[in-house]
């Protein structure tokens, strides 16, 4: 069941604690979710409450029960509480107590309002972060509740040599986008290094920045999920094929191309395929907005039908292009291991 379901219903306080508790652990269980199939956490049962153990999937926002564990989810009398009397009729002097079904009507309104009020306290709130109001302002998403079991060292590494490679290009970037930027029409120059080389370099700090935030925001739950060597092919082959896709459109080009975004194109259609009820928030007209990373997929894949639109026609320089075609190997590999990776612990 969902967490925000489960909210909503007398059970809300022993659900908000379960939801903190998992959200604190940083080791995983044994158990892969059955919708994401990433590793969830193992909730013991709580001080003041007999509990199961139940299993939590931060990134789906769901509470796994097993036969008959949902039984002995304590009810929100069973939590220890002050004593509230009783609804009462007053008819004179005489206080006549209401039937049982009015008194069940009343608690449900009582628990509907106060799952509200969470809602609104919680439900849509800002980031857990401050530093994450920066990108919220230049309009960039959040992750919401997402922890990985395995530092993904592989994402950071990545992201450390493409930002020193890029630094020190743009001490004299023009040269440097002459002599390893990608030029279409001389694809073969260097033997072909230039596909690679291109990746490297970024055309000012706010191209750099924009790409590095998707590589680490998506990056390391997927390398959590493939793997470390699965998770760096992934990206080469995305950036690949997203350059053989730019190259395709006009082979007679004498514009480099530079960036990234390509590969790590696939790492966003691969979260997103992997991981469709993870979510994430955006800042909208200065209100945060909660979305399922499904939604956040197809609304990215619109802009970049529409952006290559616009390339082909000739009205932005932005390679859309490469885009689709990370995008398509990121759908490729969710395809293989959507059931999740087979000798994962060799990889």
């Avoid at 003041?48 to 509470?63: N, T």
């Avoid at 628990?111 to 609104?120: E, M, S, T, Y």
């Avoid at 000012?204 to 092919?233: I, S, T």
């Avoid at 075609?325 to 759908?331: C, D, L, N, W, Y």
Wanted: with cysteine; hydrophobic share 50%; proline share 7%.
């Amino acid at each position: 069941m969902g967490v925000g379901l489960l909210t909503k219903t007398l059970v809300r306080d022993y659900v908000t604690r379960v939801w903190a508790v998992a959200r604190l652990r940083t080791n995983a269980g044994g158990r892969l979710c059955p919708v994401c199939r990433g590793p969830m956490v193992e909730v013991a049962s709580l001080p003041d409450y007999a509990s199961p153990v139940l299993d939590v999937c931060r990134r789906c926002h769901l509470l796994w029960f097993d036969p008959r564990e949902f039984e002995q989810v304590p009810a929100i009398s069973q939590v220890p509480q002050p004593a509230a009397p009783r609804p009462t009729l007053t008819e004179g002097t005489s206080p006549t107590p209401l039937p049982s079904a009015a008194v069940e009507l009343l608690a449900v309104q009582r628990a509907q309002a106060d799952a509200a009020r969470f809602d609104r306290a919680h439900g849509h709130a800002g980031p857990e972060m401050w530093w994450q109001w920066i990108p919220g302002l230049m309009g960039l998403p959040i992750e919401v509740g997402s922890r990985v079991a395995v530092a993904p060292w592989a994402t950071r590494l990545l992201a450390a040599v493409i930002a020193v490679v890029s630094i020190v290009a743009l001490a004299d970037l023009r040269r440097a986008v002459e002599l390893f930027g990608l030029i279409p029409a001389q694809v073969d120059r260097y033997f072909g290094l230039t596909l690679v080389t291109s990746f490297f370099l970024h055309g000012g700090l706010m191209h750099l920045a924009g790409n590095l935030y998707y590589l680490l925001l998506f990056g390391d739950n997927v390398e959590d999920y493939l793997g470390p060597r699965r998770f760096l092919l992934l990206v080469t082959l995305a950036a690949l094929v997203g350059t053989i896709a730019h190259v395709a459109f006009d082979p007679r080009s004498d514009v480099p191309v530079i960036g990234a975004s390509g590969g790590i194109s696939g790492l966003v259609a691969f979260y997103g395929f992997t991981f469709p009820q993870a979510k994430m928030t955006f800042l909208i007209w200065f209100r945060w907005v909660r979305v399922p990373a499904y939604a956040f997929l197809a609304f990215w894949l619109v802009l970049q039908a529409l952006t290559a639109w616009q390339q082909i026609s000739g009205l932005t320089s932005v390679s859309a292009l490469a885009h689709l075609g990370g995008a398509a190997v990121g759908i490729w590999f969710w395809l293989i291991w959507r059931n999740g990776p087979k000798s994962r612990q060799n990889v």
